[in-house]
């Protein structure tokens, strides 16, 4: 397996804020987006979108909020473990998730979703959140309002991948329960480093698309590495995993004539759990 060094993928940047702003927005502009995000998720499979209008200063605060709460004594964080949680939220340490045999994840986490305090099926429930004598006082307000911020976001990225893929543009809206990245290259077996850039956020075409679409899209195999320097590296990510219940099968506009589905139909928490049951 290569390295990165060779130059032969390249992560598109898309500015979809002539789709966001009503007082831009016009067939044409729209049309140019769709393309744009079509070619992308067709290959690699990832892409950076900017003109999102999420505010910096948010973003800044949620950094600042994650690195306080990361700092926190370990003994504090165990009291939020995600295994004391039914729906999987909460802290995790170093090493408890494996994507690859023989390779633990070397990275902390905390995982939080919509509030659901009276749900009991997989994945939905409450969040677990520090006490308010750890001092992180803002840590769940700033947490929230960025969930919600992003969640909005994932709703109209859904939209036009719709529109991309010659649906109605609200096709997914009933799917939606309310540096140091790199990239895999097939065809020349090598990871490629994804540069980021500023107030871009990061998308990947995740499985459940890639079986959605017929692999029309592409979920692209995606790693991070260990940084070679003594500073700390935060990412928020953010899973759109939609209603329990939802069945995952080929869209119709997917399917060419004569083409069969490759993949059979499957509950999205049934996929989830296959997922979540590799990883942990």
């Given at each position: ?97 494996s994507l690859e045999a023989g390779f633990a994840d070397q990275k902390e986490g905390f995982m939080v979703g919509l509030e659901m305090p009276g749900a009991t099926r997989f994945l939905q429930g ?155």
């Open positions: 397996m290569g390295d990165a060094s060779s130059p032969t993928i390249e992560i598109p940047v898309i500015d979809i804020s002539g789709y966001l702003d009503p007082s831009r927005r016009s067939a044409t502009q729209t049309q140019e987006i769709v393309r744009s995000l079509r070619s992308a998720c067709q290959s690699p499979g990832f892409f950076q979108i900017t003109g999102h209008n999420i505010p910096v200063a948010l973003r800044q605060s949620l950094l600042e909020e994650i690195g306080q709460f990361f700092n926190l004594p370990p003994e504090r964080k165990q009291a939020l473990h995600r295994g004391k949680s039914h729906c999987l939220r909460g802290w995790e340490s170093v090493g408890e998730q409450p969040n677990q959140w520090p006490e308010p004598e750890d001092g992180v006082s803002k840590f769940r307000g700033t947490f929230m309002q960025y969930f919600e911020q992003v969640r909005l976001l994932s709703r109209d990225v859904f939209r036009l991948m719709a529109l991309s893929l010659e649906l109605e543009e609200t096709y997914f809206d009933s799917f939606d329960d309310s540096g140091g990245l790199e990239v895999f290259h097939k065809p020349s077996g090598t990871w490629h480093a994804v540069r980021p850039i500023q107030d871009a956020f990061v998308v990947n075409i995740g499985d459940m698309m890639e079986r959605w679409t017929n692999e029309k899209y592409t979920s692209t195999l995606h790693r991070v590495i260990t940084p070679v320097s003594n500073r700390y590296r935060y990412s928020v990510a953010f899973f759109n995993e939609g209603l329990l219940d939802q069945v995952i099968e080929c869209i119709p506009s997917c399917l060419n004539f004569g083409e069969k589905a490759k993949f059979e139909p499957i509950r999205a928490e049934d996929h989830l759990k296959q997922r979540y049951g590799s990883s942990y």
